[in-house]
């Protein structure tokens, strides 16, 4: 097939990721017989510095016109003065928003040989298998802002038709594995939950065969420490959600494995490690490449339906986790490209060895 994905490197490692997320496409590309067209766009920080803006119209422009959207990362201390007029973080939420991505999916998986480097015992992690679905074009990340002297306001909303649409994409991921559905709100204080809880039942009602759970988000991030083998797929509002999926990512022994895909109503998807620019790091050659290429995978699995390509891009990954030497985040010494190069060769040992 043919295919146009545009690549957003962004600012801090994001380059150096995608950098590597991109030669892994080639290479299954080639391995495949398609033909992925990528187009390199500015955001976030580099964008403002080149034209003043995180979020080009050359850049809103490639992304809807493209099969699917890789991203990087965006900010950095460089742009962090809280007097700033613009800051990268609102060219990525621009983003989400113009490409109505309003279903974040973090899959989450401990690997046998990270599980000693998560803070938990390796005993707890046996069978963790996860799947958030963050909402992601609502709540207090969308709502009306506003700053007088001394008082600031991030006005949190959510309407019933934003979280139906959510509940229900979770929900058919949910069909599809262990049909088990946790929602997590905070219910017993926040109106907006109780709208969220009201409507998951109502919706969760027209799949008998889901059973749902509703955890208060407090205690779903106690949770996710003492027994996080117990759930399946975590469904939760924008703000729950981003902070739950940091602390899961944990479990995985290093944010730098996760990775996350974006959805909307049709085909076009935005992809996206889970973490940051790491500033303290980029630069350096030896950021993990390995959320950012797991990323890849879900594009495309997600966007260009290309489930036997994504199947086995993860399970070059897995034998990479297995066997070969890792970034320091992972306790090892190799650099972001010999990891990459690690990748590329498992694939290639792969087809051979089903030829
Ligand atoms: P971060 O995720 O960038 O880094 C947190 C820690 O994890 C750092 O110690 C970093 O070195 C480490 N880390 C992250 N990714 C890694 C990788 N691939 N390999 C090895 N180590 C890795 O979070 P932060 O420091 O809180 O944020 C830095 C900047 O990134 C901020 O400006 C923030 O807004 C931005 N950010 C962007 C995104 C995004 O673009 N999707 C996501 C999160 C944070
Ligand atoms: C993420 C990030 C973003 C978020 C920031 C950079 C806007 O933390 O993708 O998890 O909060 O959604
Ligand atoms: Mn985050």
Redesign the pocket.
């Known amino acids: 097939m043919r295919a146009d994905i545009t690549v957003l490197p962004?600012?801090?490692?994001?380059p150096e990721?995608t950098a590597a997320a991109v030669a892994v496409l080639r290479k299954v590309a080639c391995q495949f017989g398609h033909v992925f067209e990528f187009n390199e766009q500015l955001i976030?920080g580099i964008a403002i510095d080149t034209c003043g803006e995180p979020l080009p119209q050359a850049t809103i422009d490639a992304c809807v016109n493209s099969d699917a959207v890789l991203?990087?990362?965006?900010?950095?201390?460089k742009?962090?003065d809280p007097q700033a007029r613009v800051r990268?973080?609102q060219g990525?939420l621009g983003l989400r928003a113009k490409l109505g991505v309003f279903a974040n999916l973090r899959p989450l998986r401990v690997h046998p040989r990270l599980a000693s480097l998560s803070p938990l015992k390796a005993e707890n992690l046996v069978g963790v298998d996860l799947l958030f679905v963050r909402e992601l074009t609502g709540g207090a990340y969308f709502g009306k802002k506003s700053r007088e002297d001394d008082v600031a306001i991030d006005e949190c909303r959510y309407s019933v038709a934003e979280v139906e649409r959510v509940v229900r994409r979770a929900c058919e991921l949910a069909k599809a594995r262990k049909r088990r559905l946790t929602s997590v709100d905070k219910a017993n204080v926040l109106e907006t939950s109780r709208l969220w809880r009201t409507t998951t039942e109502r919706v969760v009602a027209e799949y008998p065969e889901i059973e749902l759970e509703h955890q208060l988000v407090d205690s779903m991030a106690m949770l996710l420490l003492t027994r996080p083998a117990s759930y399946d797929v975590i469904v939760t509002e924008n703000l729950f959600g981003d902070i739950l999926t940091?602390e899961a990512a944990a479990l995985a022994g290093?944010?730098?494995v996760s990775p996350s895909a974006s959805l909307g109503a049709g085909r076009l998807g935005l992809y996206?490690?889970?973490?940051?620019?790491?500033?303290?790091?980029a630069g350096q050659g030896?950021?993990?490449?390995?959320?950012?290429i797991l990323s890849a995978a879900l594009l495309l699995r997600h966007s260009l339906g290309l489930e036997a390509e994504a199947s086995e891009l993860e399970a070059a990954v897995d034998a990479v986790l297995d066997s070969a030497e890792l970034?320091?985040?992972l306790g090892g010494n190799a650099s972001t490209s010999e990891v990459t190069e690690s990748v590329l060769a498992k694939l290639n040992s792969r087809q051979q060895a089903a030829a």
């Open positions: 962004g600012d801090g490692i994001g990721v976030g991203l990087g990362a965006v900010g950095g201390p742009w962090s990268p973080e990525l940091d290093s944010l730098g996206e490690p889970i973490h940051g620019s790491a500033p303290d790091i030896v950021a993990n490449p390995i959320g950012a970034t320091r985040d």
